[in-house]
């Protein structure tokens, strides 16, 4: 049975620290993904469930299934018993508008939402959330609104179906029914509950405060994962479940959104959460393993989809941290440490094959393919990636911007 852990979203300064604005590792180690699990009163996600999507959705399970990148989960079991009785649900995910471009990390999300729609046949929300990094990012609102649109450019051309996909910005769609569910929320939190799950202070400013209300239905509290909250979408389904893919430094959101949802009259929305996209120079950090999530801030931690094909070479030539030894003699004798080694957990984010990838990883960390090589073939891949995304991307009009940010009902939403 899913409990949803009570208590801050932060263990105190000593441990590692995981919430939607900070992710550090003790000690600046490695982060312990089994305790973030029991913290925040999660399951892990196993091979019966994935197996259980495969039987349902007579499909391969996606490579962020398949090798362990979305891990943990909330309630995705109860869905998959809905869905198998021939009860629908619906998928919500959303993005923080902050930067002109995205990097591979922010892709993922969408990449497996993607997935999911496709598979379980079913419609989205994205929210893109341009009033909290107005506040959070000190940007203007005019910024905010550019930069979410620019946005959904990037999240349209990771290929979602326009029949089956609402894309909304706070600036533009809240009101009506969504703020109603905003107001029933926040009068079902009190401050000390708000201060303790997202850490706020008596330094922060009020704005800070009212933002998770609204995310609530984005992420926090509730009101994007309430199907009320769509009216023009969901007219007389209020108990439609929601599943929403995220990182698993969302969590915390989610635990106050499933709170306040059975007071409330409607379903707790259903996680099924990832882990950390490493920072090309993660393991420099440590020789224990990734210590946190690539950064927008650093230009040379990340691969960005606006990268030239030179810029993607040479960021992971020079900054990709290598377990391979430092000569190539030692090399050949002990081979790479795949545990640290940077280019390999790219590999198996984004190589698809899973057979040239666990030939890669047995040549390599037995000591027979060089460094070098596995470089080579990991500049393949992301080039090629981000070469299709760029052409995608390139082909989104504003005129199709305009089409998925309508507000209109989806006819063909669930066939």
């Known amino acids: 049975m899913d409990v949803d852990k009570k208590d801050s979203i932060a263990s105190d300064s000593s441990e590692q620290v995981v919430n939607p ?28 469930l994935i197996d259980r999507v495969q039987r349902l959705t007579s499909r391969q399970p996606h490579v962020f299934l398949r090798r362990g990148v ?19 649900f619906y998928l919500y995910t959303g993005r923080g508008p902050s930067s002109e471009a995205l990097h591979l ?52 051309a990771c ?21 109603k569910n905003m107001v029933k929320v926040a009068k079902c939190v009190t401050l000390n509950k708000a201060m303790g799950i997202f850490g706020f202070s008596g330094e922060d400013h009020i704005g800070k405060l009212s933002f998770p209300p609204v995310q609530a239905c984005l992420s ?9 909250s769509f009216p023009h979408l969901f007219p007389g389904k209020d108990k439609l479940r929601c599943l929403i893919p995220c990182a698993i430094d969302q969590d915390p959101y989610f ?19 990832s882990s950390f996209f490493p920072a090309l120079q993660a393991s420099i950090l440590s020789l224990l393993g990734e210590n946190g999530k690539m950064s927008a801030s650093d230009p040379n931690s990340a691969i960005y989809v606006t990268d030239t094909a030179k810029e993607i070479k040479n960021k992971i030539n020079r900054y990709a941290f290598s377990g391979g030894q430092d000569s190539i003699e030692k090399h050949r004798e002990i081979g790479a440490n795949l545990e640290v080694d940077i280019p390999v957990k790219y590999l198996s984010f ?3 094959d899973d057979t040239e ?19 080579k073939r990991l500049t393949e891949v992301l080039t090629e990636m981000v070469e299709r995304h760029r052409m995608a991307r390139a082909a989104v009009t504003d005129e199709m911007v305009d089409a998925f940010m309508a507000v209109r009902p989806l006819p063909s939403m669930f066939e």
């Open 21 to 48: 604005w900070e992710v550090a590792a003790k000690d600046g180690g490695k982060i312990d993904y089994d305790k973030l699990i029991d913290q925040f009163g999660c399951q892990r996600l196993d091979d019966s």
């Open 70 to 88: 979305f891990f943990a989960h909330r309630d995705f079991n109860d869905v998959l018993d809905a869905y198998e009785r021939g009860d629908k």
């Open 105 to 156: 990390g922010h892709l993922i999300p969408f990449m497996f939402t993607k997935y999911l729609q496709e598979a379980f046949k079913v419609p989205l929300v994205i929210q893109l959330t341009d009033d909290e990094k107005c506040m959070w990012k000190n940007l203007s609102v005019e910024e905010s609104q550019r930069l979410a649109r620019e946005n959904a450019k990037d999240i349209i």
């Open 159 to 179: 290929g979602f179906d326009v029949t089956k996909t609402f894309i909304f910005s706070d600036f533009d769609y809240v009101g009506g029914a969504f703020y």
């Open 220 to 228: 926090v509290p509730a009101v994007p994962s309430f199907p009320s």
């Open 255 to 273: 635990r106050m959104t499933r709170d306040v949802a059975p007071r409330l009259g409607y379903s707790k929305p259903a996680l099924i959460e």
């Open 350 to 352: 984004f190589l698809d």
């Open 357 to 375: 990838l666990e030939h890669i990883k047995k040549e390599y960390g037995e000591g027979r393919m060089l460094t070098g090589e596995v470089k």
